[in-house]
């Protein structure tokens, strides 16, 4: 962990040089008022913990000094006052250990607090972006055409039961509220939207990749994920079995983590793609989801879902090549979205969006009819050197010297975002839903149609025939209905 800390000290220590962060800064929108209008504890803790370190050194060096003039007085003893020196060099000695283990310990206590406070350091934004919250979130672009229909559309999870490819009912006893199944089409759905996304991808020079789901606190950390906050939105596994570990809400974090400690071999990338290295993988995304009170049904916030993400890793021998990457990556977001055939709008986003790490983030809303507004799909974010100091990502200029890289990452399919926006945007008026031409090669139909019959009937407690009585009865009728 010492190597970011370092990281993290060279990023602080720029802070105590400029005295400000510009302002509508990414540590402006965070942390308030500007560094200038009063003093900050980060800036407070690292200006003391100078000051103590700098007496270390000198009482080290005191130490010496008096370490030496025994030794020298011992080999060559004087004629006179020999007894009185060596005593007072003695005193000297325990005196200056004394003040050097009291400092020791302060120093590691600042240094604990200043590594705490240097967490919560956002990036700097870009100077393009909107200044504010949420609503100050500029419109870039609108893209398709807002599907009409002469029926009352319905909501994705209407849709979903009465075609019987999601469930969501009767789960808490199974696996908790925000879980979900995906069954027949509906698992098929998600299957074909991942390759898809991927068959499109790695022709273009993406490496595939797979991540493990769980992950050390650091690597959280070094993403600029906060572990610490109450509610956590990270779920961590018990410290008392398993020491340190917790479930990725993202690839992005597992993928930063392939990354960490190593440097990056940029020059055999594709010219299209010089200077860079794309990582593309499909993993599974657990998020706490702690707003419980938003959207409790459907399948807009879960706790478990499949994403595809774009993950890139720049030079930053001009500063301009994680921009380009960012275009780069919100080009092939459009391009996914238009052949999926969805009406989108692209928003460049404020300050106060962007979260620690991000220098500048672009969104992707998807119109939802059965919600009766857009929903954010996707985002891409330009994280500059934000994380690679952090976890120590470098590479090596032509001269072979290490420099830090920057990292831009991106969403290429959030799967439950991507269906609600499909299955609402193109259900008909029979309930049907309509396959875009994109996936049905991966899906085998065109249309996805109301079976016959239900797979499963409840039989469970508070039900007409179901309970301790008409268990028997029931689960026969169904073993019948599963025939």
Known sequence: MAHWRRGLR???????????????????????????????????????????????????????????????????????????????????????????????????????????HALQLPNSTHPAAPVGDESQARVLEVVGEKPAFDFQPKGHLELGEELDIIRQRRLSH???????????????????????????????????????????????????MQLNTTPSPVYCIDPARFEDLCLAGTSEVGIAGYFMDHAVRLQDMPIRYSNSRLIVCSSTCYRAETDTGREPWGLYRVHQFTKVEMFGVTAAESGAE???????????????????????RVLDMPTQE??????????????????????????????????????NIMYSDGAGKLHHTHTVNGTACAVPRLLIALLECNQQADGSVRVPPALQPFVGQDVIKRPPAPLLRYIGPNQPGGGPKGVTCSLLNSRETLK
């Open 354 to 391: 962007l979260g620690l790490p991000a220098y500048r983030k672009f969104d992707i809303e998807a119109w939802m009819p059965g919600r009766g507004k857009y929903g954010e799909i996707s985002s891409t974010s330009n994280c500059t050197d934000y994380q690679s100091r952090r976890l």
């Open 174 to 224: 199974i696996s908790g509220h925000r879980s979900y199944y995906l069954c027949g089409a509906g698992a098929l759905l998600q299957h074909a939207l991942v390759h898809f996304v991927l068959a499109k991808l790695v022709p273009k020079g993406f490496l595939p990749l797979t991540v493990p789901d769980l992950l050390r606190g650091a690597v959280f950390e070094g993403c600029g």
């Open 322 to 344: 994680s921009e380009m990457m960012l275009d780069e990556f919100l080009m092939l977001q459009k391009e996914i979205f238009s052949e999926l055939g969805l009406h989108y």
């Open 10 to 116: 060279m990023w602080v220590g720029l802070c105590r040089h400029l005295g400000a962060w510009p302002e509508g800064g990414g540590a402006y929108s965070v942390l308030g008022a500007g560094l200038c209008d009063r003093p900050r504890p980060q800036l407070q803790t690292w200006a003391r913990l100078e000051e103590v370190r700098a007496a270390i050194a000198r009482l080290e060096a005191e130490k010496e000094e008096v370490a030496l003039a025994v030794h020298a007085l011992v080999v060559s003893p004087p004629l006179s006052l020999w007894h009185y020196i060596t005593l007072s060099l003695r005193e000297r000695g325990r005196a200056v250990r004394l003040q050097l283990r009291e400092l020791l310990v302060e120093e590691a206590a600042l240094d604990e607090r200043f590594y705490l």
